[in-house]
């Protein structure tokens, strides 16, 4: 180890196998002191813009942000934040076009530049003391620094420590065509440089430090020496094709080579960029993160190829304007000629691996030849990979084949492509065998992620069933001691005992049958003739209660009564009780059903109410009021009709619509199943109905059969008035119809004709007097005489016909 230092410090050199000697078109560029662009008008800030994942945004559509500001923010090395390189407004924060040769929308911030450009509150610098490898990643990482070389590795995820490191190597070489950002940095800015190396080994420690340039940069190589530090190796290396490469620089300095799937670190080394050594400068000792970096102009179509700070996030159509000798829009590479790729778009921005910028003028696309199989590739090859074959694979989609010839380790230099005779564009193949091989292998490795779950689920699913299976085995153990010592102690089992139990309850329960719909329902027959036979023997019981209470007569009239008062109650009508046999009984009965008439007849009104009295005297004087009342409302209603003709036609319809009424009246009465008449109000009238109740109810006690308490509910029936309504507005309806069903009642025969003589004699008088009424609600108009003699002679005969048929019918 000792050895191979002392031959690194010497100035020994080694050579790695194949690269080539391109023009590099670098002489006529300016690398004076890098100018400043004039300001855009908008930014598109890409919010990841290097090898990882994307932080969380700290904005929002309108906000104001100010030159510096993170705009995304996260705790993790992988993810370093962005920030605003100008300030201004956010006006969107959407996909838009990327740095990249397919075009991909990447999530922009968009912000709109405002002319007067305010800092941010940059974190103050660190000091001496606060100097340590924590605080200085952190700062780092902060800052949002990543590899500016190209690659864009996260810079603090790199410098972390993780093992003792041999050789840190700064990367000065930029070997590729045209581009001069690293020359022009070194030039200008070497102290810069030299202090953000310093820092570099303050945290990681390497026991060796060698910044590398080749040797066509002579004045880079000078102004380094001129601020190097003992400690620091300023190497010149010999021009060649790619020896900016990681792997290649590596190899010319030390003479170790970094096999395939392996890391410089692990060889005990670490390659940094000479651009990402300033930004750390810039970030430690002043705190400004990475918003802007230098970015070489040139080509054919540019007037002077110089140098320029641009912003991060400002269009390459910004960048080049006014400074093409053509049309702005004229298509760019962003890169090197060799490594780099054509722009599909001028709108792409300006990221941290953006390091040149070439507009030449277009070259017609030549036709590939076929492949002459002249070996030049493989020659040419700094990996030492064999070109030819990886292009007939690549070419042919045999991806597996490809991967044995190691494909993933080329570097995409394009030296294989500038040696080609035949014009075959292989990086290109190579490119899209690569991204096919990622995404399979991406696929796969969710599979094998997907696999892993489902045998961690089914080695715990079995380590379960194992757990729950010995379980049960030391229960059953349990469970058969347990029994052991019953049987000992001569102690039921409680497990036998508990099936027994279940196993009875199960006999015990009814059996299921089939219905007609095919479904299982159970079988409850014995249940329902258990609750039958016992609904049977309640009923005996009752009876036989019954007719032992029947047998006593005191008790049987308590009963007797207490049916009667509760029937009363209820509102439920005495005479369609069932009679009893036992005379005290019906004497009960009897009482009850004259108490609960006579309550009737005193709450009952005159008005609506009247019942024929057995006193002629009374019957005549209900009769003279009723049609005293009768010729009142006959009087209120108006009479409009003036016309002879008309009176008579509306007196015909009054006298059809009251017979049409007094046929309906009698079919009602006729059908009536319990009395419907009610007492007068009269005391007199109410005193006889109570009377002949009684005397009813006497003749009841007498006889012992159903027969005899049918009759007097006939008796009833006969000795009680049906109700009669009174006149409506239009016409006097007769409200006298008897209701008298027994023909060898003659007291009440005579009544009734008593009473239907003086109704018919009143109704006469009232129809030939003028009427006065008093209790009109309206003034009457006036009415025509010969109408009033028409309605008089029509209710007069009518009041005739139905006088005849009641005595035709008492007959």
Not at 284 to 298: D, F, M, N, Q, Y
Not at 581 to 602: E, F, T
Not at 786 to 798: D, G, Y
Request: charged share 25%.
């Amino acid at each position: 180890m000792v050895a191979w230092l002392d031959k690194i410090k010497q100035g020994f050199t080694w050579n790695y196998k194949g690269g080539v000697h391109p023009e590099t078109n670098k002489q006529d560029i300016n690398c004076g002191k890098p100018e400043l662009i004039n300001l855009p008008n908008e930014l598109s800030i890409p919010v990841q813009q290097h090898i990882g994942s994307a932080g969380k945004l700290l904005v929002k559509v309108g906000d104001k942000v100010l030159r510096g500001q993170a705009l995304t923010e996260s705790q993790f090395f992988q993810a370093p934040p962005v920030h605003a390189s100008l300030s201004g407004e956010i006006i969107a924060i959407e996909p838009r076009v990327s740095a990249h040769a397919s075009a991909i929308p990447e999530l922009s911030v968009v912000i709109h530049v405002d002319k007067e450009q305010q800092d941010a509150q940059w974190p103050s610098p660190l000091s001496d003391e606060e100097l340590n490898p924590e605080a200085i990643c952190q700062r780092v990482h902060l800052s949002g620094i990543s590899g500016m070389g190209g690659a864009g590795f996260p810079t603090a995820l790199k410098i972390t420590p993780h093992k003792p490191l041999d050789v840190l190597i700064i990367n000065g070489a930029e070997c590729e065509p045209y581009i001069s950002a690293d020359d022009c940095l070194m030039q200008n800015y070497a102290a810069e440089i030299i202090g953000g190396v310093a820092l570099l080994q303050k945290v990681l420690k390497p026991a060796l430090t060698i910044v590398a340039v080749e040797d066509d940069k002579p004045k880079a190589i000078k102004a380094l020496e001129a601020v190097g530090k003992h400690d620091i190796i300023i190497r010149s290396i010999p021009t060649k094709y790619p020896s900016g490469g990681e792997k290649q620089l590596i190899q010319v300095l030390t003479g170790k080579e970094v096999k395939a799937n392996q890391l410089p670190i692990d060889l005990g080394m670490l390659v940094q960029n000479v651009g990402t050594a300033y930004a750390v400068y810039q970030a430690v000792t002043l705190g400004e993160p990475l918003i802007s970096r230098v970015v070489t102009l040139a080509g054919d179509l540019v007037t002077s190829p110089s140098n320029y700070w641009v912003p991060i996030g400002t269009a390459v159509s910004d960048v080049i304007n006014k400074k093409l000798q053509g049309e702005p829009n004229a298509p760019t590479i962003m890169g090197g000629s060799m490594m780099g790729f054509m722009l599909p778009s001028n709108q792409a921005p300006v990221v941290k691996t953006t390091n040149c910028l070439i507009v030449n003028n277009p070259i017609a696309a030549e036709n590939e030849s076929p492949c002459i199989r002249c070996g030049e590739c493989a020659q040419a090859c700094p990996m030492g990979l064999l070109p030819q074959q990886l292009y007939w694979y690549a070419k042919g989609d045999e991806l597996n084949k490809a991967r044995d010839f190691n494909i993933m380790d080329c570097i995409e230099c394009g030296a294989c492509a500038f040696v080609c005779p035949s014009e075959i564009s292989l990086v290109q193949h190579y490119r899209t065998a690569k991204a096919k091989i990622r995404s399979e292998d991406m696929a796969q490795k969710e599979a094998d992620i997907a696999k892993q779950r489902f045998d961690a689920r089914q080695a715990r699913l079995e380590k379960d069933k194992l757990e729950r299976k010995a379980k049960h085995q030391q229960a059953a153990l349990r469970r058969q001691a347990q029994s052991e010592d019953s049987a000992k102690q001569n102690k039921p089992d409680p497990v036998a005992a508990a099936l027994a139990r279940v196993k009875n309850k199960q006999a015990a329960s009814p059996a299921a049958k089939q219905d007609e719909t095919g479904e299982w329902v159970p079988d409850n027959q014995a249940a329902i003739a258990a609750r039958e036979a016992r609904k049977a023997e309640r009923r005996a019981q009752k009876e036989a209660n019954e007719t032992k209470a029947s047998a006593n007569p005191a008790v049987a009239a308590a009963i007797a009564r207490a049916k009667a008062k509760k029937q009363t109650d209820s509102g439920e009508s005495i005479g369609e009780s069932k009679p009893s046999a036992n005379p005290a009984v019906a004497a009960a009965i009897a009482r009850a059903k004259a108490k609960k008439q006579q309550n009737q007849d005193n709450e009952t009104t005159a008005e609506d109410n009247t019942v024929e009295s057995s006193n002629p005297a009374v019957a005549a004087a209900v009769a003279r009021a009723k049609a005293k009342k009768a010729q009142a409302q006959q009087q209120s209603e108006p009479t409009t009709a003036t016309n002879p003709a008309v009176a008579a036609a509306v007196a015909r319809a009054k006298a059809k619509k009251l017979a049409n009424k007094q046929v309906s009246a009698d079919q009602a009465d006729d059908n009536l199943n319990k009395p419907a008449a009610r007492s007068s109000a009269n005391p007199a009238v109410a005193a006889a109905i109570a009377r002949a109740k009684a005397k009813k109810a006497a003749l009841a006690a007498t006889e012992h059969t159903d027969e005899s308490v049918d009759a007097s509910k006939a008796n009833d029936q006969d000795d009680e008035a049906l109700e009669v309504p009174l006149a409506s507005e239009q016409s006097v309806q007769q409200n006298t119809q008897d209701s008298t069903t027994n023909n060898n009642n003659a007291k009440a025969k005579a009544i009734a004709a008593a009473v239907a003589k003086a109704k018919a004699n009143k109704k006469a008088e009232a129809a030939a007097e003028a009427p006065t009424p008093a209790t009109v609600e309206k003034p009457a108009k006036k009415v025509n005489p010969a109408v009033a003699a028409a309605v008089a002679r029509a209710k007069a005969k009518k009041l005739a016909e139905q006088q005849r048929e009641e005595k035709d019918t008492n007959e």
